[in-house]
């Protein structure tokens, strides 16, 4: 039984919710895994997601390229605030009131000299947070009103070349097995790969202040390096520039971080890599990272600008039956997607081997990986998924063992690109081309999407007590928020009854069949089959039936594009699904479905279960 809920015999698994503690998102990814998933979250789920609407949207004085960090019940002057932290590319921190939007306080230490697409960090004390400044140095502020902290180190020196060294990833914090928190900063270079710029990782130990340097270029080099003078490296690029930064794995107490493009010599030069280091940020003593991982095609892809390091390793949980105790799945520009050993990176037992990775596949959707992937255990079947998304598409891949070894293996894609996902409560989200999405994890299924927002960079949203945030490119923070609590009592069932089926005479809810090409058709729901006029969703059992041309079927809100699929089809085979979707869209009480396919012609059938209200 989950979550206690005794009516779980009349409504599916999923509609269970409780109330829950508030919960705070410190960082980007939600956890120093950056795993992108809220295993608390309960108040939004698939029974209340599809009435999601905009809450407030407001206009911040610069575009935050990255995702909020938040944190419940602070003690302000004003009484207890939830408040959202955004770094924007200005180089300011805004705390903004998560309830209306309002900005509670904001700090630019630096305007200059370039800009900065970091993501705030909550400390694990939820006293004070970190944010990225322009001039190289990371600032550390009451999270109450913003006052700064200028002792002990701090603002700390995290680059010396901020011209031509950018704060590109997330901040990231980590709470070690010794019980020792540092904050983690790494840099890379600007866009075009231009000027004298080194990867590197500053680790920052937060009871001290004391820190160290781990360069990627020039390895035995633990220091910052200095523009036009010494110390510095001959060598340029290794940026560290993905959106996590650097991921911390409790299990074997180790940084993990990946590097763009840059001379690879398996000695003191790690370009197109990913390597692991002890959590004080130090690596094996000999001027080396503790471990490496490096492709044997490094040199292909340092001359085709193919970072390895476009994204951070992934971490997955033990998979039962693996002869591999702790796997990671990397990404990169070449489309490919690898499984790596995290215990023995290269399986030769130490860094400056190649090759070495236990799978190598293709990213379904092809193209550039350029976001955090997120790692979801489905606690239904205790499955484990990977969600990839980029500018092709999202694709949801299952991680399984075969004769004992890891497997990950594609199970669905949706061709409606976005930037890093996130999963709460059994809802994978995600936001890309304007839009937000949230969809069924298991099947790829659209469960409710949304037009309002502007476009999207590396914008990537958090979902945390029963509300969404997620800021663009239009300068804009915006909150959605469910119509009404669903508690047990807001579902109700009905018999199944026809809504729909364009097999019968022609009319408002027959014939004639759905035509291709994205043709739309408006079919009213409430005050048919016992659903009534201020339901708010309905459970439905969506079916294709004599399709002519292989393509896929939507259905959304009416007034809300549905930019993933419901059902997908082939020639003359009838197909099902199950969906719940919003009926709050314009007009009132209707849903939107169509056809994508080339020509064409499709009958639809609609039997609903269910609604709430």
């Given at each position: 039984?989950?979550?206690?809920?005794?009516?779980?015999?009349?409504?599916?698994?999923?509609?269970?919710?409780?109330?829950?503690?508030?919960?705070?998102?410190?960082?980007?990814?939600?956890?120093?895994?950056?795993?992108?998933?809220?295993?608390?979250?309960?108040?939004?789920?698939?029974?209340?997601?599809?009435?999601?609407?905009?809450?407030?949207?407001?206009?911040?004085?610069?575009?935050?390229?990255?995702?909020?960090?938040?944190?419940?019940?602070?003690?302000?002057?004003?009484?207890?605030?939830?408040?959202?932290?955004?770094?924007?590319?200005?180089?300011?921190?805004?705390?903004?009131?998560?309830?209306?939007?309002?900005?509670?306080?904001?700090?630019?230490?630096?305007?200059?000299?370039?800009?900065?697409?970091?993501?705030?960090?909550?400390?694990?004390?939820?006293?004070?947070?970190?944010?990225?400044?322009?001039?190289?140095?990371?600032?550390?502020?009451?999270?109450?009103?913003?006052?700064?902290?200028?002792?002990?180190?701090?603002?700390?020196?995290?680059?010396?070349?901020?011209?031509?060294?950018?704060?590109?990833?997330?901040?990231?914090?980590?709470?070690?097995?010794?019980?020792?928190?540092?904050?983690?900063?790494?840099?890379?270079?600007?866009?075009?790969?231009?000027?004298?710029?080194?990867?590197?990782?500053?680790?920052?130990?937060?009871?001290?202040?004391?820190q160290r340097v781990f360069d990627a270029a020039c390895s035995d080099q633990t220091v910052h390096f200095v523009l036009?003078?010494?110390?510095d490296c001959v060598q340029k690029q290794t940026a560290i520039w993905a959106r996590a930064g650097v991921v911390y794995?409790?299990?074997?107490?180790?940084?993990?971080?990946?590097?763009?493009?840059?001379?690879?010599?398996?000695?003191?030069?790690?370009?197109?890599?990913?390597?692991?280091?002890?959590?004080?940020?130090?690596?094996?003593?000999?001027?080396?990272?503790?471990?490496?991982?490096?492709?044997?095609?490094?040199?292909?892809?340092?001359?085709?600008?193919?970072?390895?390091?476009?994204?951070?390793?992934?971490?997955?949980?033990?998979?039962?039956?693996?002869?591999?105790?702790?796997?990671?799945?990397?990404?990169?520009?070449?489309?490919?997607?690898?499984?790596?050993?995290?215990?023995?990176?290269?399986?030769?037992?130490?860094?400056?081997?190649?090759?070495?990775?236990?799978?190598?596949?293709?990213?379904?959707?092809?193209?550039?990986?350029?976001?955090?992937?997120?790692?979801?255990?489905?606690?239904?079947?205790?499955?484990?998924?990977?969600?990839?998304?980029?500018?092709?598409?999202?694709?949801?891949?299952?991680?399984?063992?075969?004769?004992?070894?890891?497997?990950?293996?594609?199970?669905?894609?949706?061709?409606?690109?976005?930037?890093?996902?996130?999963?709460?409560?059994?809802?994978?989200?995600?936001?890309?081309?304007?839009?937000?999405?949230?969809?069924?994890?298991?099947?790829?299924?659209?469960?409710?999407?949304?037009?309002?927002?502007?476009?999207?960079?590396?914008?990537?949203?958090?979902?945390?007590?029963?509300?969404?945030?997620?800021?663009?490119?239009?300068?804009?923070?915006?909150?959605?928020?469910?119509?009404?609590?669903?508690?047990?009592?807001?579902?109700?069932?009905?018999?199944?009854?026809?809504?729909?089926?364009?097999?019968?005479?022609?009319?408002?809810?027959?014939?004639?069949?759905?035509?291709?090409?994205?043709?739309?058709?408006?079919?009213?729901?409430?005050?048919?089959?016992?659903?009534?006029?201020?339901?708010?969703?309905?459970?439905?059992?969506?079916?294709?039936?004599?399709?002519?041309?292989?393509?896929?079927?939507?259905?959304?809100?009416?007034?809300?594009?549905?930019?993933?699929?419901?059902?997908?089809?082939?020639?003359?085979?009838?197909?099902?699904?199950?969906?719940?979707?919003?009926?709050?869209?314009?007009?009132?009480?209707?849903?939107?479905?169509?056809?994508?396919?080339?020509?064409?012609?499709?009958?639809?059938?609609?039997?609903?279960?269910?609604?709430?209200?």
């Open positions: 039984m989950r979550k206690g809920c005794p009516w779980l015999t009349l409504v599916p698994l999923w509609l269970c919710a409780t109330a829950a503690a508030a919960v705070d998102w410190p960082q980007f990814g939600f956890d120093s895994r950056h795993s992108g998933v809220n295993p608390l979250e309960s108040t939004l789920h698939r029974g209340n997601v599809p009435t999601l609407h905009v809450l407030y949207h407001v206009v911040l004085p610069s575009v935050a390229d990255g995702a909020p960090a938040f944190l419940a019940g602070v003690p302000t002057a004003s009484g207890s605030k939830d408040l959202l932290f955004v770094t924007t590319k200005a180089g300011h921190l805004l705390a903004v009131d998560a309830a209306t939007g309002a900005i509670m306080w904001s700090r630019q230490p630096a305007t200059a000299p370039n800009y900065t697409t970091s993501s705030p960090a909550v400390d694990p004390g939820r006293q004070y947070v970190y944010s990225y400044g322009l001039e190289g140095r990371v600032h550390k502020y009451q999270v109450a009103d913003g006052a700064e902290v200028a002792v002990g180190g701090w603002p700390q020196l995290a680059t010396l070349k901020p011209s031509v060294e950018k704060g590109s990833s997330a901040l990231s914090v980590a709470t070690t097995v010794a019980g020792a928190s540092f904050l983690y900063v790494a840099n890379g270079g600007y866009p075009g790969d231009a000027g004298d710029y080194q990867g590197h990782v500053t680790a920052i130990a937060l009871a001290s202040g004391a036009g003078g010494t110390p794995d409790s299990d074997n107490d180790r940084l993990f971080m990946a590097t763009g493009n840059g001379l690879y010599d398996g000695h003191l030069y790690w370009g197109d890599s990913v390597f692991a280091l002890h959590p004080d940020g130090s690596g094996n003593g000999l001027g080396q990272p503790l471990d490496a991982y490096t492709p044997t095609d490094f040199q292909q892809l340092q001359d085709a600008d193919l970072d390895l390091g476009s994204t951070a390793p992934a971490l997955l949980p033990v998979l039962p039956g693996s002869v591999v105790a702790h796997v990671g799945l990397q990404g990169g520009k070449d489309a490919k997607l690898r499984l790596i050993d995290l215990d023995d990176l290269s399986r030769a037992g130490g860094p400056g081997h190649v090759g070495g990775e236990l799978q190598t596949v293709d990213l379904p959707q092809g193209g550039e990986v350029l976001t955090m992937p997120a790692i979801w255990t489905d606690p239904l079947d205790g499955a484990v998924w990977a969600f990839v998304a980029n500018a092709n598409g999202i694709s949801g891949l299952q991680a399984t063992v075969v004769s004992s070894r890891p497997v990950l293996t594609p199970r669905w894609t949706v061709f409606s690109g976005g930037s890093s996902p996130i999963v709460a409560d059994g809802v994978l989200y995600y936001a890309g081309g304007g839009a937000l999405f949230a969809l069924d994890p298991v099947t790829g299924a659209t469960l409710w999407s949304d037009t309002s927002i502007g476009g999207i960079h590396w914008e990537s949203p958090i979902v945390v007590n029963g509300r969404l945030y997620v800021t663009d490119e239009g300068s804009q923070l915006w909150a959605y928020g469910p119509s009404a609590p669903a508690p047990a009592s807001s579902f109700f069932t009905v018999t199944p009854c026809r809504l729909v089926d364009t097999r019968g005479p022609a009319g408002p809810r027959g014939g004639p069949a759905l035509l291709g090409n994205g043709a739309r058709r408006t079919f009213a729901i409430a005050g048919q089959c016992g659903i009534p006029a201020d339901a708010v969703a309905v459970a439905l059992n969506v079916t294709v039936d004599s399709p002519t041309v292989a393509g896929d079927l939507r259905v959304a809100p009416a007034g809300i594009a549905a930019l993933a699929s419901t059902v997908n089809f082939r020639p003359g085979r009838a197909r099902a699904n199950n969906t719940v979707v919003g009926l709050t869209g314009n007009p009132l009480g209707s849903v939107w479905v169509q056809t994508d396919t080339v020509g064409g012609s499709t009958h639809l059938i609609l039997d609903v279960t269910g609604y709430f209200r």
